[in-house]
């Protein structure tokens, strides 16, 4: 199982982390490692200063599938939640300096979390509300219409490069409002008004 990555897909957190945004999507994953077990708490790793959240829609793939086009690309997922792509952003940003690969700042242990899964057909994932909460207040608010590259067209381009297989995930990026976590916070993800997601930081 793979998990692959949308950056900069929003063009008001690309902005407010002073990126460009990029005509392509921008790409990078996760190994199956990275995978939070929903049970434990979240251990602040001690190599970083400032991991932060990123809240993203997340599709599971349940089809094998390689050139998919964009119109099919609905039938290659049935499920989907939404996850938190934690960030160690003081490392990232040491490595984006040198043109250096991300994968220390972004794919480490535990740092991709994952919602409760819902049904595709119940939701119109074009247009889908989500939130995060951070110790009750609400700090990032986003509508999937907002993408730069929606759903079908990410499902699209990933699989030219990269065959899709049973299982794999796929962050669709996050919208503005990213920001860091501390010891003792709580973080809660809605989708649509539900909750499905929950997770202690320690
Ligand atoms: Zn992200």
Known sequence: MKIICIGRNYAAHAAELGNEIQKEPVIFMKPDSAVF?????????DWTNDVQYELEVVVRINRLGKNIESRFASKYYQEFTIGIDFTARDVQSQLKAKGLPWEKAKAFDQSAVLGEFLSADEYDLSN???????????VQDGNTSLMLHNIPNIIEHCSQYFTLKIGDLIFTGTPEGVGPVT??????GYIEGEKVLNVKIK
């Open 128 to 138: 889908l509300n989500f939130q995060l909460y951070k110790n009750g207040d609400l």
């Open 183 to 188: 010891s003792r916070d709580l973080l809660e």
């Open 37 to 45: 077990r929903q049970r434990d708490a979240f251990y602040l790793p």
